[in-house]
């Protein structure tokens, strides 16, 4: 993995760095498949509510530090990718629940796997602890792999959807 770039750095100490081409995985033409085989109504029905940066913020059970570690986890969980889906695991619908201990500021991560015999199980849920813990106010992350409710094609957000060309 490359070093990451330093904005403030001389453009002639700037390098070029090439970013691998992913190609369209055979998860995406099974996504893609079973998309075109539901009909227009069912989708619209079983469509869960999404949940938004506002949607977030109305709970009034939490403080504003949790509110701002929690901002800064889905962030950092953005930056890890499906293997199989060229989508981040949070826009993916993986991301269960994220919560944040007031007096200690742990994070709680509970997430799913698009599949229970998906090959990277323990490295993906290793990378999304390694990614929360590098958060400087995160002291500690613990990330929970769970299969229920299991993981659905509609769980994802509707920008995600649109990428991968399912709607």
């Avoid at 081409?21 to 099974?30: F, G, L």
């Avoid at 986890?73 to 007031?102: H, K, M, T």
């Amino acid at each position: 993995m490359s070093e990451p770039q330093d904005d403030n750095a001389p453009a002639a100490e700037k390098k070029h760095v090439e970013l691998p081409v992913i190609n369209t995985p055979a998860k995406v033409e099974q996504l893609r498949q079973e998309a075109a085989a539901e009909e227009p109504s069912s989708a619209s029905a079983s469509k869960p509510a999404q949940t938004t940066l506002v949607s977030r913020f109305v709970d009034q059970n939490k403080t504003p530090q949790q509110k701002a570690i929690e901002e800064k986890v889905i962030d950092a969980i953005r930056l890890v990718y499906d293997p199989e889906i060229p989508v981040n695991i949070y826009d993916l619908g993986l991301i269960y629940a994220i919560s944040v201990d007031p007096q200690s500021s742990r994070v709680k991560v509970k997430m799913t796997l698009t599949a229970p015999a998906c090959p990277v199980a323990g490295s993906l849920v290793a990378e999304v602890e390694a990614r929360v813990e590098s958060i400087p106010e995160v002291p500690e992350a613990e990330v929970e792999l769970v299969w229920d409710p299991p993981w659905s094609r509609e769980m994802m957000s509707e920008a995600a959807q649109l990428e991968l060309g399912l709607m």
